[in-house]
């Protein structure tokens, strides 16, 4: 049963638990699982499929491109094929605080706060947009005044998916996750055309 | 050097090349906000508070530890750079124990100051913290408390840089980094030697002294205690920067009248074990120079340098004098000699020390520390100094008890322990000792009067300072170091082997000697420091005796019960021996 109130479904017998709770008019709060990663279980792949089909132009905007590339770079092998932006964001705060040497107070806390501030928006429990603002400002903080690159270019980054994936970041506060990057684009060519275009803007300072 | 030209805030200014943002600002009255900043100790950029804006720079620059460049312009108060400002504040805030009203340092805390100063009205931002991480008060002295800790690195670089010693360090990546010893060691497990200057330094109350208030409470109300207290040398021109005095006036009669308002049944003076200790010890560096002893004598006043050498270099011991520190030659004289002359039950005196030290606090409950249970042969006599209370503390209790301090009487010290010289006093500024032993060494030498007892080559600020003073044909060659790291620098000279024509060295653990100890008011920087040293020379010359062999009291002392300097009694009580740690 899905929901106390809600009637059943007629649904056929294979479909995905979503599907049918979505036909009842139910939302599941959804958190994004990445297809092709065995994580267990039928309905979360199940879940996979059904937000697999992308409807994202993103990467005609050339500046989501060079966040792609950046962080695909640091992310580097452990890069999932298929995942939102949201999961993306924190996958990077998540490697900035295991790598962060602690010494500055902007990537020390700031990048930890970040953390639970994109922990709050994947949890789907808040309509709030208080807590993207929030997490834009933290970002652009800690990209102007981290002591190193590593902060820098993580606030850098972040601020920038914010901006550039906000409707994205926006759903997914109120409770689901609306699109994955396309399962079929060649993450290659992308990292490519990144760097060509990255040039050293991230590296100084 | 080259000379520069910057502009902060729309005012030019010129400045040599190396000068940083901050200081080029404050020429032209700009003070940046800063935090984690320690002149020329901790200049590392970690808080971000002292972020400005430069010109043709996409991200802020931190003005600490960033230099002038030629034709910069720098703007500090931008609405931008306010923002951010208050939201790296905000940062700290939200790790941050809000117990001001409760902390130690509440009133006199460097993050509850910046706070105000950045206008925080409220902390936006919230989430995980530290409040779980233990306290530890292993040692004697320094209490941590790392939930505290805003991780300013301060203290890191103290212990690290300024005294070599390099107990704590930062731990742990990323959020959960914290400063503490390595590998989840208690302090008391390091090679930390309780200088307590990471205290000193730390902006919150992260690492304090230990507070041992309570107990000197106690033991003034009970009836069956007769409680007396000794005062170091440093103390006389620092108390009074609690009350708001100018850092370096001289306040030792409105100490007496404060301390003697606490309760305590007598007000004496560590500095009449000072000029003790001058007698021992010059005795001793001249039986050492004449019997062909282990030299160059090293001075043993200072606990911070007695842990320090035990620690890192414990082969060079013999080098250390055998003498007590004045805290302890003074407890033991006060349950022994003062007991008997009194016709006081030892048992019953409660001796308590006004120090600017927490070393002192381990020192006082080294095992060795006993000599009055032992003359007496009584177990129930504990130890012979009972409690030390840096001046902080003792600061605070005068406070609770509502004295007036600024506007006391100057009183003058109980008899018989309370009469001392201004070689005494001058022990609390580094070079002090030396002086203090060569006034009395030359005249016991020569037999002449000395009649320049200003020795100025051991004085001031210089890391080591060293003179050559001829006494009857001998040129006798000494150094003065003080910080730890100068006392390293010593320490690898003589291990090297080039010092072996010097005869007497004197060590101070603290940058500036005691008046700069670890337990003496907040702030204490260089600028203090070297007003306190004014303040000591000042209290030397108007005394009216200046050489510890001239105190009245101290030959008496000798005469009733110390027989002389060395002598077999004078050893039991005044001498110690050394613990190897390595």
Known sequence: MLCGSAPWPEVAPTTAIL???????????????????????????????????????????????????????????????????????????????????????????????????????????????????????????????????LGRLAGKLVAGTVLCRREEFITHASGSCPGTIPVDVHLGTILVRGRERDGKTYSDN | ????????????????????????????????????????????????????????????????????????????????????????????LSDHPMECLTCVRNGNCELQA????????????????????????????IVRDPRKC????????????????????????????????????KLAETRCVQCGQCALVCPTAAIVEKDDTDKVWTALLDPTKHVVVQTAPATRVTIGDMFGLPPGTPVVGKMVAALRRLGFDAVFDTDFAADLTIMEEGSELIERLTKGGVLPQFTSCSPGWIKFIEHFYPEFLPHVSTCKSPQQMFGAVAKTYYAQRQGIDPESIFVVSVMPCTAKKFEAERPEMNAASRYWNNPRIARDVDVVLTSRELGRMLKQAGIDFPNLPDEEYDEPLGLSTGAAAIFGATGGVMEAAL????????????????????????????????????????????????????????????????????????????????????????????????GIYRVDAAMPYRKSHENPQIKKLYEEFLEKPLSHKSHALLHTHYTPRN
């Open chain 2, 439 to 534: 006034r009395t060494a030359y005249e016991l030498v020569t037999g002449k009067t000395l009649e320049q007892i200003d020795f100025h080559a051991v004085r001031g600020l210089d890391g080591i300072k060293e003179a050559v003073v001829p006494m009857n044909g001998i040129n006798v060659k000494v150094m003065v170091g003080h910080g730890l790291r100068n006392a390293r620098q010593i320490m690898e000279k003589l291990k090297a082997g080039e010092l072996k024509d010097y005869h007497f060295i004197e060590i101070m653990c603290c940058p500036g000697g005691c008046i700069g100890g670890g337990g003496q008011p907040i702030p204490t920087d260089t600028a203090v420091r070297q007003k306190r040293i004014d």
């Open chain 2, 114 to 141: 910046l706070a105000a100063q950045l206008n925080v009205r409220a902390v936006r931002v919230s989430g995980a913290t530290h409040a779980d991480l233990p306290r530890d008060d292993s040692t004697s002295g």
């Open chain 2, 1 to 92: 050097m080259a000379k520069l030209t910057v502009t902060i805030d729309g005012q030019a200014v010129e400045v040599e090349e190396g000068t940083s943002i901050l200081k080029a600002a404050a020429l032209v009255g700009v003070r940046i906000p800063t935090l984690c900043y320690l002149e020329n100790i901790n200049e590392v950029g970690a808080c971000r508070i002292c972020v400005v804006e430069v010109e043709g720079k996409e991200d802020f620059v931190t003005a600490c530890n960033t230099p002038v460049e030629d034709g910069m312009v720098v703007r500090t108060n931008t609405p931008a750079l306010r923002a951010a400002r208050r939201t790296t504040l905000e940062l700290i």
């Open chain 1, 19 to 149: 599907d049918a709770a979505n036909r009842a008019g139910v939302r599941i709060p959804l958190k994004c699982y990445f297809l092709g990663l065995d994580e267990g279980g039928a309905e979360v792949v199940g879940v996979a499929r059904v937000i697999a089909p992308c409807t994202w132009p993103g990467f005609a905007d050339p500046a989501l491109s060079r966040i792609f590339s950046v962080m695909r770079d640091l992310i580097g092998h452990t890069w999932p094929r298929n995942i939102c932006w949201v999961e993306i964001t924190r996958l990077l705060l998540e490697l900035v605080q295991e790598n962060s040497c602690g010494n500055c107070v902007p990537c020390r806390v700031g990048t930890r706060r970040m953390l639970d501030l994109v922990d709050k928006v994947l949890r789907g429990r808040t309509a709030d947009l208080l807590v993207l603002e929030q997490l834009g400002k933290m970002a652009r903080l800690v990209g102007s005044s981290a002591k190193c690159d």
């Open chain 2, 150 to 185: 805003i991780v300013c690195h301060r203290c890191i670089s103290v212990c690290a840089d300024v005294q070599t010693v390099g107990a704590i360090e930062l731990q742990g990546q990323g959020f959960d980094a914290f400063v503490g010893p390595p590998a989840n060691l």
